[in-house]
């Protein structure tokens, strides 16, 4: 295969994985009636525990002895269907999601076998097991079943909770009700019916499908309310700090000296490590409230839900319960970066305090150090008059010597006229030493060494 042929056959295995429903087949092994059993776990790590739920599933499936031929298994979806020597058949799924992986367990009995109730699944030799990972997100007992809605009466007798909810949905013969109540094993209870007709054994999948999503999602919305409410006061406290914080600074940060500021910036700095942590969290937990509370409304909207009499609409407890609920994780989120947004400003505007005060300091220093300086230029001429003088001095000394000396031997008739006359020349003299002296030393300290020098001219 050539290099060109390499990109379009990944793309293709690409779209074709993207149209590919894993679902689809299991339609055929479904029908009514059909006692389901859902169980959603939340992962606290996906990365690592996604694909141990897959391989937790992957020993279910050894578990309950599933055979090959009708087992699927993916990357983030299976399922495994095994059938008992009295017809009676078991559909197990598992589904991992982004933040969250489900089971569904069907049980589905011989055709002519409609005797089905809440509680654990009949089938033989069935057991769920309690050591899964995650903590449990929500609990679902759903009951498909043939024929026509019961009385008001008989569902109060197997639907726990004051007051049932119930819906038509896709069409005009499945009926759904429920009590949002879970019973003695921590199970909120479903009872569908779809009419005479049994359908389109794909619709059954349907329907538990927009069930639990609307469950789950409703569930991972309402479960991060006891960490919003912690989180509520929390900040409300931090609040109330900062701006404390802030009338203080700002009524005296104009006389505050360094050690003012520096102990200001400190708690400041302190305050704003504990709001980016709690931030993080945060956004961490509830980024995902408004994604979550969409699906639950559009999936609502999908299901086309028209109402029974005597009923109340399910949309009206789910929808009720999560109103708001989003739009509120999002305004905390929003309270916390204005929060973290003000330590931020305050601190800025100490550290430009301190160093308008540095500045200052610094020029108070160079102000220092030009006076002394100029005092330094003064005394070093001062010093270089003196020096003129005293070589002057001696040079007259020595001269009146010598003048004394030619005087004796006869050479020179006034050996004191000699020496008044050598002292303009000795001055002179010693003015020329002094420069010299100066600009030789001056040479010497602003001549760059020889090996540097050599350097550059062998490059």
Request: proline share 5%.
């Amino acid at each position: 295969m050539n290099q060109s042929e390499a990109p379009q056959s990944g793309a293709a295995d690409f779209l074709k994985k993207l149209h590919e429903r894993p679902h689809q087949p299991i339609a055929q092994w479904l029908r009514v009636p059909a006692h389901v059993h859902y169980k959603a776990f939340r992962m606290s790590d996906p990365p690592t525990q996604r694909p141990a739920s897959r391989a937790e599933f992957q020993s279910l499936l050894e578990r309950f002895k599933v055979p090959a031929e009708t087992t699927e298994l993916r990357e983030n979806f299976g399922y495994g269907v095994k059938e008992s020597e009295s017809g009676d058949r078991l559909v197990l799924i598992w589904q991992a999601h982004t933040e969250y992986y489900n089971y569904q367990f069907w049980h589905v009995p011989p055709q002519g076998n409609s005797a089905l109730t809440f509680g654990p699944l009949t089938f033989p030799d069935y057991a769920f097991p309690e050591d899964l990972l995650g903590s449990v997100v929500c609990r679902l007992d759903i009951l498909l079943t043939a024929g026509m809605l019961s009385s008001r009466d008989e569902l109060r007798k197997v639907l726990p909770g004051a007051v049932l909810y119930g819906s038509r949905i896709l069409n005009e013969h499945t009926c759904v009700v429920t009590s949002f109540t879970p019973d003695e094993r921590g199970r909120e209870r479903y009872l569908v019916t779809v009419g005479p007709s049994q359908g389109d054994p794909s619709r059954l999948k349907d329907i538990v499908d927009a069930i639990v999503r609307i469950e789950t999602y409703y569930h991972l919305l309402l479960m991060q309310k006891p960490l919003f409410s912690a989180a509520i006061d929390q900040v409300y406290k931090f609040e109330q700090v900062h701006l404390k914080q802030r009338e203080i600074i700002t009524s005296h940060i104009a006389h505050a000296d360094s050690q003012t500021l520096q102990r200001w910036l400190n708690t400041l700095t302190q305050d704003l490590l504990k709001t980016n942590r709690m931030a993080g969290r945060l956004h961490f937990e509830l980024s995902a409230a408004l994604p979550y509370d969409k699906i639950v409304h559009t999936t609502v909207a999908s299901i086309g839900e028209q109402r029974i009499d005597s009923y109340r609409p399910i949309s009206d407890y789910v929808l009720g319960g999560i109103t708001g609920v989003a739009e509120g994780y999002q305004q905390l989120l929003r309270r916390i970066d204005t929060l973290r947004g003000g330590f931020e400003g305050i601190i800025a505007i100490i550290r430009t305090r301190i160093d308008l005060i540095l500045e200052a300091q610094n020029l108070s220093l160079l102000q220092s150090v030009d006076k002394t300086t100029k005092s330094q230029v003064l005394l070093q001429h001062t010093v270089e008059g003196l020096s003129v003088i005293v070589i002057a001095y001696y040079l007259s000394g020595l001269a009146g010597y010598i003048f004394k000396g030619l005087s004796e031997i006869g050479w020179l008739s006034n050996a004191n006229l000699a020496s008044a006359i050598f002292v303009p020349v000795a001055i002179g003299l010693a003015f020329v030493v002094t420069a010299f002296s100066k600009k030789y030393l001056h040479g010497k300290l602003t001549d760059e060494p020889p090996g540097k020098n050599t350097h550059i001219s062998e490059e």
